[in-house]
């Protein structure tokens, strides 16, 4: 048990460190890091991850910035990391998301190795990284993955700290080889249109810097009525006053029992007999729904 009045985040890392090793290099531990490749197929979907982490965060500010090709750092002034959040991004299977959150993107942390080596993190107190090193065969030149490194927290003092106004940081290092540039994983994420905003606006962030362009995010609701709601989103680029619009709609909907299955299903959510009237409650929970239109307006 963690007592942040009495055990250092060193210490803590180090345990962390030891009970890690211990398990992943069992059978079972093994089991569990050897479908990470096939998790994610698609290079960019980490992108994805660091967003909705920011935004689970209860961020309103997020940065990213490619200070040389291959190196990509995220910071936002969300909440700062304490021990749950290290030991949820240094295991494999462990969520402290129930069963009545999916999450508007839905990916895990562990999503940053399918295009990174290492990731170094730095927030409150914590100074650390996960490295998932590869090796070349010396007979045929195959690719093998050291999985076990993306759940050993290693403690990294000389980590530079959060920009001004920031509370997280962190750095993706050690692009791997035949992917392209990192501008093309944004374009996956955000597209030409840059939609995604207008659904950050709506979970409460007001400033986006994508590379040094800099949005400023606002929404106002239009329209209310019931769970029916309609929203205005706008976002404008500081420098050009570029202004892109949304209009956005939210409705309330109640998951089927097939789809409460499915749900249950893919987070592997099989409760006990003490958990089942609470846990079953929150995954037929109400959800929400949104969908868009939206258009630019020049300076």
Known sequence: MYDSEHVLPTDYLSQLHDENCEFYQSPKGRGALKDLQQTFPSPWLYVAELVQNAVDAEADCISFREPEPGTLILEHNGKAFDHRDVEGICTKGVSSKGAGTVGFMGVGFKAVFRSFETVRISSGPWKFQLQAKITKGEEYGDRQRNWLGAVLPHWAPD????????????????????????????????HDSHTLMALLALRGVLEIDLFGTRWLLSEKTQKKEGSRARFLIEAMDEQSGQVRQWLLFRNAYTPSREAVRRFLEHRQINPTSEEKEKVYAEAASERLMEMKRSWRIQA
């Open 159 to 190: 980590l530079s700290l959060p920009s001004d106004g920031f509370k997280c940081r962190f750095e993706l290092t050690g692009r791997l080889e035949d992917l392209p540039p990192v501008a093309h994983d944004f374009k996956e994420i955000f």
